[in-house]
């Protein structure tokens, strides 16, 4: 089928004419129905012009100018195909009424919120550098006890409320000031575009979804806004969110689900059937476990795929993709995703999952497919998920089976591959280098990390203050943020947030899901050590090297149990030398440091099993260290630490 490259298709708006164009080579004629309003159950619902749109059998394009000012009226197309009409909103949609049916002619200059010409993207100098924070915006603001204002919970714009704190009390903060406190630079966000499952129409029946199910990949989702009838309330909404977290000196990536969408009966099918979607002998193909696989190497839909990462980035600001299931898409698509969006900057953020649900449903040959087999055809700049990392630290995501933070040391290759980025040839590589690893713990799917700990040691109380747990928690945080690659956690990991054992809220309640932070003040401990992890990792260097420098320098020492490493550092103006140490068993534990240079007499302990951060809580003297039990030890060379002290 012809394509075509130009990046034009959709509505064009200008103030006397606005210009529908649609790519469809298999029509047979296509016209586009406005209306007054995004749905037939509004006040002032009418039924306006339709106008034919002309064929370019040249490009595959149908077009038609319409003079006058149509600015903010909706529009369909009524697609005509093997003699069936479909009527469908706009495969380029960038504006859409109530639950995405009718599309909108947009003034997308008038969208902007107060100062958006001003916003600047909020980058780190290398994705190692970045510390991510994944969050749905229902359960960042969901309960009463982030302190957001009612009219805004659960909304796009309660990050723009700042000074909020715990149940509004006024002493501890939540929200975007709580998370600049946290020192975490970006936040992931679940799905923000437009997708099926919530009904806009009527928020007060709470419906909650992940949003796994796109509609409309370039329209943000209404049921964020304060008002899903109006396309330009949610658009304004989304960039104010995007601006308030780049004014507190955030990043914000967003979630973005390419692999298939909602169901087939969609706006791509009405518009050109059967063309964006694998299909193996008359049968959709099914990869993504969710009914259809979008053909990412199709020219129309990698051009679509590509279009729509550029438009979100440009258009809204934002600043770092994480691709659900990206072993659906083919390595030369998430390729020219890298190629393209370095062409505006090349400190976007670029992360997915390398995994299908399916791969037998794949439709694309195993060599094409964006799994860890294929990570050497990959930019190094497009990360995966160190799953084997995870399950390693942990056990496996949903059952009582226990890793390395409970005391299972069978898979301590991969947690010492997953320490190193899996980027050393030494341990189970597959990365090229560091900045293609996310090093995490925990996500939406599957148990918290704390429902997790709780169900390996058959423990029922999501409230508990158990100090073992806690403990197991703390191994794992000092795991994450001492190791190559980019670290990333689920949003209240730091304070043991719970969904009470729900392993698959993707459509469970606000109560489940929404972040309960009461629990940063129960959990204070908890989310001080996290906090001083961060602050470690931001000034040590090593720890974020984006090249395999730290990897090839790093001497490990291990006795089947304990993990101890050593990272020199030749960084101008930073700490020397540093010394990692894990025990994961219930005694003291000794082992010998080693290091590929020279080692220190004595050291600084700036972090135990009980604190983490910049600060010497006691010294020891030589190498021969005991680690208490269950606990993290992070040393600093005595000499650098006291230079630097001094210079302060
Ligand atoms: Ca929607």
Request: with cysteine; glycine share 6%; charged share 20%.
């Amino acid at each position: 089928m012809i394509s075509y490259k130009k990046n034009d298709l959709g509505c064009t708006y200008t103030f006397d004419r606005t210009i529908f164009k649609v790519w469809s080579p298999n029509a047979s004629g296509i016209r586009v129905q406005l209306y007054k309003t995004g749905s037939d159950s509004e006040p002032n619902a009418q039924k306006l012009e339709s106008y034919a749109l002309t064929y370019d059998k040249n490009t595959g394009v149908w077009s038609v100018t319409v003079y006058g000012d149509l600015k903010n009226l909706y529009y369909t197309y009524l697609v005509t195909v093997n003699g069936v009409t479909r009527e469908t909103q706009d495969v380029y949609s960038k504006a859409v009424g109530v639950n995405g049916q009718r599309s909108m002619v947009c003034d997308l200059q008038e969208t902007n919120p107060k100062g958006w010409n001003a916003d600047k993207h909020v980058f780190v100098e290398h994705s190692t550098d970045a510390v991510i924070w994944e969050v749905h915006v229902g359960d960042f603001s969901g309960s009463p006890s982030s302190g957001v204002s009612p009219e805004n919970r659960g909304k796009y714009l309660a990050f723009t409320e700042r000074k909020t704190t715990i149940n509004n009390q006024g002493d501890i903060p939540t929200c975007v000031d709580y998370l600049v406190n946290l020192g975490i630079t970006h936040v992931h966000l679940n799905p923000v575009y437009d997708f099926d499952s919530v009904d806009e129409a009527h928020p007060e029946s709470g419906e909650y979804n992940w949003g796994y199910d796109p509609a409309n990949y370039n329209v943000p989702e209404g049921s964020y806004s304060s008002n899903p009838f109006d396309g330009n309330v949610r658009i304004r909404e989304f960039k104010s969110m995007v601006k308030a977290l780049h004014d507190a000196g955030i990043g914000v990536i967003m979630d973005v689900v390419y692999n298939h969408t909602s169901s087939t009966d969609s706006c791509f099918n009405r518009t050109v059937p059967d063309y964006y979607y694998r299909k193996y002998d008359g049968r959709y193909l099914n990869s993504s476990g969710c009914g259809n696989v979008f053909a990412s190497e199709k020219d129309m839909a990698r051009n679509y795929i590509l279009n729509s990462v550029l438009y979100w980035a440009e258009e809204y600001h934002i600043d770092g993709f994480r691709f659900d299931l990206m072993g659906c898409i083919d390595t030369t698509t998430m390729n020219l995703i890298r190629l393209a969006l370095d062409e505006i900057d090349p400190r976007f953020l670029i992360y997915g999952e390398p995994w299908t649900a399916n791969l037998g449903e794949n439709g694309i040959s195993f060599e094409d497919a964006t799994v860890k087999e294929n990570a050497f055809k990959l930019s190094s700049r497009v990360a995966m998920f160190n799953d084997s990392f995870r399950n390693a630290l942990k056990g496996n995501t949903d059952d009582a089976s226990i890793g390395y933070i409970q005391g299972n040391n069978h898979n301590i290759y991969y947690v010492i591959s997953g320490i190193l980025a899996c980027s050393s040839d030494t341990f189970l590589k597959w990365a090229k280098k560091p900045t293609q690893c996310v090093t995490y713990n925990s996500a939406h799917d599957n148990l918290t990390l704390w429902d997790k700990i709780l169900k390996s040691q058959n423990i029922t109380d999501y409230d508990t203050h158990d100090e073992n747990i806690i403990a197991m928690n703390k191994l794992s945080a000092a795991l994450v943020y001492t190791s190559q690659g980019i670290p990333f956690i689920l949003a209240g990991e730091e304070m043991a947030r719970t969904k009470h054992g729900d392993h698959n809220s993707y459509k469970s309640p606000l109560s489940i899901n929404a972040i309960d932070w009461e629990r940063v003040r129960s959990y204070k401990n908890l989310v001080e050590y996290y906090k001083g992890l961060i602050e470690i990792r931001k000034h040590y260097t090593p720890l974020r090297e984006p090249t395999t420098v730290t990897v090839s320098n790093t001497y490990f020492e291990t006795d089947g149990h304990c993990i101890a490493y050593t990272i020199p550092n030749i960084t101008h103006g930073e700490w020397d030398m540093m010394a990692i140490l894990f025990n994961n068993s219930h005694n003291v534990a000794k082992i010998t440091l080693k290091s590929h240079t020279t080692l220190p007499h004595s050291w600084v302990i700036i972090t135990t099993g009980d604190k983490s951060g910049l600060e010497e809580l006691r010294r020891i003297d030589g190498n021969d260290i005991n680690i208490p039990p269950m606990s993290t030890l992070i040393l600093i060379d005595d000499k650098s630490f006291d230079r630097l002290k001094d210079s302060k």
